[in-house]
Structure formats: C-alpha cells, structure tokens
T-cell receptor, first 114, second 113 residues
Framework: DGGITQSPKYLFRKEGQNVTLSCEQN?????MYWYRQDPGQGLRLIYY???????QKGDIAEGYSVSREKKESFPLTVTSAQKNPTAFYLC?????????????FGPGTRLLVL | SQKIEQNSEALNIQEGKTATLTCNYT??????LQWYRQDPGRGPVFLLL?????KEKRKERLKVTFDTTLKQSLFHITASQPADSATYLC????????????FGAGTRLAVHP
C-alpha cells in the first residue's frame, strides 16, 4: 500500500530533551511538510522540503529542525529550545506535476511533555 | 496576509439533513480551494478541489461551491449520516507559491441519528 507513515503514535519528552519524529512516504512525492496542530487551531507549517537536500522554514520553525537526506524520509526533531512542544504533529507529502495541489497526510504523532 | 475563516462552533444536524459548512478568505485570490476531512486523532484526508473558474463541484453526496466575488466557499453534505461526523478543513494555496497550503481551523460536524 502506498502512503505516509509516522512513528511513534505517542511520544513523551522530558525537560531539556531533544526528540525526533519519523515520517516516511512511498508515494514518490518530491515535496514533504511538517505541521503542528493545537486544539481549536488550524494546521501551522513548521518546515517543508521541495526536494532532497533542501528545506525551508515555515511559520513556526523556532525550536525545530529537519533533514531531507532521502526522498522518502523527512524526520522532525523537536529541540529543547521549543518551550511548548505539546501538540499533534502531522507530516504530509505532495506530488509534483499535474496532481501537485493535493497533500497526503500521515496518521500523526502526539507529543506530550513529562 | 492571507486569512481563512471557518465557523469555530460545531454544527449539529439531524441524520438525513443537508450540512452546509462555510469557508471565507481574505487578502487573496486563490487559483483553487480544497476541502479535507479530519477524524479525531488522525491526519486530514483530501475530499475535493475546486478551481477559480468552477462555480460548483460534486462528488457523490458532497458539493462544493466557490464564489470568488464573495471570497467564500460552501461545502454541502446531502443526506447526512452519523459517519459524516468529523472536522472539515478548507485550504488555499499560499499566495507566494512554493507548493504550500494555508489551512483553516476547521468546523466540527456532528450528525445525530
């Protein structure tokens, strides 16, 4: 089955700890995205990548970092600098070419602070 | 900057009725608009895309309209069912390009038997 996988489903972070959220896609999409969702708010863009080895900051990049070493993978690290990390994190991808307006989302990772 | 507004109050309707959700936007003239469905604790799923030159788009029990003069899209679910209960998000392409979407906060729909 083609799709996007995110792991883990739940993640607990201790004070001062960096944690990494995994996102993998087998849709052969060029573009990948990370969003943060808080209750009652829309999706806010953290980082996005149009192509391997390239990525750009979104609207709320502070306290986060990413890498894009492979087309299939776009991991997100929540660093200790992110003071309010508790949220639902969603990874998405988008095709290039004629069908490139639609985003496909993973199941999400819920990050909680201990 | 671009702004998308969706009714933050939940919409409660009776099974079999038509649900109508609204998406308003400002400071932009998008080439298209999309609607997504999101179930609790899950990622959004794409439903429909309507382009600026299309007034209406249908898919089974779903209908979307796009009024570029009013800067508004309406999303209709006819003959609604309890299984249609979810949060519905509208999304517009970012005016600066870069294959980015701007999402509304969504409207929660509850269909009661």
């Amino acid at each position: 089955d083609g799709g996007i996988t995110q792991s883990p489903k739940y993640l607990f972070r201790k004070e001062g700890q960096n944690v990494t959220l995994s996102c993998e896609q087998n849709l052969n999409h060029d573009a990948m995205y990370w969003y943060r969702q808080d209750p009652g708010q829309g999706l806010r863009l953290i980082y996005y990548s149009q192509i391997v080895n390239d990525f750009q900051k979104g609207d709320i990049a502070e306290g986060y970092s990413v890498s894009r070493e492979k087309k299939e993978s776009f991991p997100l690290t929540v660093t200790s600098a992110q003071k309010n990390p508790t949220a639902f994190y969603l990874c998405a991808s988008m095709a290039s070419g004629g069908a490139r307006e639609t985003q496909y989302f993973g199941p999400g990772t819920r990050l909680l602070v201990l | 900057s671009q702004k998308i507004e969706q009714n933050s109050e939940a919409l409660n309707i009776q099974e079999g009725k038509t649900a109508t959700l609204t998406c308003n936007y400002t400071n932009y003239s998008p080439a298209y608009l999309q609607w997504y469905r999101q179930d609790p604790g899950r990622g959004p799923v794409f439903l429909l895309l309507i382009r600026e030159n299309e007034k209406e788009k249908r898919k089974e029990r779903l209908k979307v309209t796009f009024d570029t003069t009013l800067k508004q899209s309406l999303f209709h679910i006819t003959a609604s069912q309890p299984a249609d209960s979810a949060t519905y998000l509208c999304a517009l392409p970012f005016s600066g390009g870069y294959n980015k979407l701007i999402f509304g906060a969504g409207t929660r729909l509850a269909v009661h038997p």
